[in-house]
């Protein structure tokens, strides 16, 4: 498999040293591995901190910005952050409001960011943590007890960025976020396999005219193998999983939604997938508010796609809407 | 190759339906083929209109907004939009202030626009045309006589787009847009081929251990195929073959600079491939005055990237800062 890298250990740390470059609005710590926010910390306001392997970008540091995130902390591809990065971003965002560290539930991320938060707490440093555990697709993973953490993380990093942003507390944030990560169903389809640079080749096989329903973020095996669907099918399977583990379309409230890209899926397709998943949600009496479709929480060069349903309210809704402004997901200032 | 599609010759439409469900700031018009702004005729506003065929997401519909283009026209995969689409967009946005088409340099496109514009004038609509043709790589190829236009047009409309927001007249706007297609320059390589949804497969073969130097966005030949080279090797060839073509660094003006990938190439890879762009820039004597990575203007699932330099001054730069709002190109506001 054919990469433009240097060489695989180089990897992440020229990708921080191509964004510093493209950046000039964060802090790009190459040799610490962190991206934080210029003006952090931000007298006053909660620092969201998260992080986790690379390999899925822009999560996390396509995030870090105004109404999102203080910090990002990039491992290596496909493995979890060093405890010592995480510690030192939350000392380095915190303004005395405390941080709310956004665990993505991986094995190794939930031990490396417990123990930051507690690096953190020694230092006097209020600490809190969310974890995210959406993928409905399989629970005890390859990388996981208990459901692997994907797409929802956004829609956590969003909207509890924006209620820190706003000057919420501590507590008020941790709570939303943790309401919002139950609030997320996701569900993954790949088409074809990533390669990592590590191995340099395709990380697990899919025969031609097979996908496989169910995928994670790294290739860990999904539910099922099934002859190749169309875009129409992909959709009602993806779509009825996810509403049969929320028990079905909730009543009287919106979704907001992400199509998510795995990587090389290109964009002409997944809007096309879009619109099929947007009319199955429809046929079976959801409401959607908000959409969001691209490459957001990706597999490095992994085919496929993924979307994550997040049951909102008017709060979440206008906290969605409120301004951002990060490498990859900006409006509304 | 296994595809994110219903049916081939549904691809476009579908993406259309799914646009139109995720951005209800925009007019998409299934049926007729075009994008267009909700705010559309914007008064007293030159309306800039472009297109070509789809396969290049986000380009062109997804620089739809305030500051950037009034109206896309989306042809099928790789194939230009007829005379008909474009002069319905632009008598669609015409304001009276006019209209400029900016037409990538494409045999079949640079017909159809004129065509369009021809269509448009004889219903009083003053329309004037802007010809991007910045890919330095080869002239005359399957596709085109004269030079191709690629990842520059997004300089255009958005330089353009800035100045008639801003209130430019017609000819100011096609004057400026005129200079920016003068000032870019662009330079592309193919690490795999794209598989087009009508082919379902590989457009060209690309062995094992090769790369292609100076690849278009239809995955047209190239300059020449060598064994694969690491990102500060492909780095060196583009940014050199970049600057050989402009007569070397320009003095005391900086470049806006694109970093883009074609479609399948992590991002984790674009920003190292950045880094070394970069480097290699600042050892040739050049300034970088702002730079943009990700994928813009791509070729579907093609592995690869191109640079694109726009040498700028005070004037331009200005017009880059300034507030653009699409689906996904988006600051300031």
Known sequence: MKMLINAPERVVADALRGMAAAHPELVVDVENRMVVRRDAPVSGKVALVSGGGS?????????????MLDAACPGEVFTSPVPDQAFRAATATDSGAGVLF??????????????????????????ARVLVEDDVAVTDSLFTAGRRGTGGTLFVEKLAGAAAEQGAPLETVEALARRVAEACRSYGVALGPCSTPAK???????????????????????????????????????????????G????????????????????????GFNAEVQRVLAERGAVVARTLVGNYVTSLDMAG?????????????????????????RWGR
């Open 55 to 67: 390999g899925h970008e822009p999560l996390h540091a396509g995030f870090v910005g105004h109404g």
């Open 102 to 127: 956004v665990v993505k539930n991986y094995t190794g991320d939930v031990l490396n960011f417990d123990m930051a938060m507690e690096l953190a707490e020694d230092e006097g440093v209020r600490a």
């Open 200 to 246: 340099g080749g395709p990380t697990f096989d899919l025969p031609t005219g097979e996908l496989e329903l169910g995928i994670g973020i790294h290739g860990e095996p999904g539910r099922e193998r099934r002859a190749m669907m169309t875009a129409a099918e992909i959709a009602e399977v993806t779509v009825d999983a996810l509403l049969e583990d929320l």
């Open 248 to 271: 079905g379309p909730p009543t009287g409230r919106p979704f907001l939604a992400l199509v998510n890209g795995m990587g090389a899926t290109p964009l002409l397709e997944l809007y």
């Open 305 to 329: 796609c993924s979307v994550t349903l997040c049951e909102a309210d008017e709060e979440l809704l206008r906290l969605w809407d409120a301004p951002v402004s990060t490498a990859a997901l």
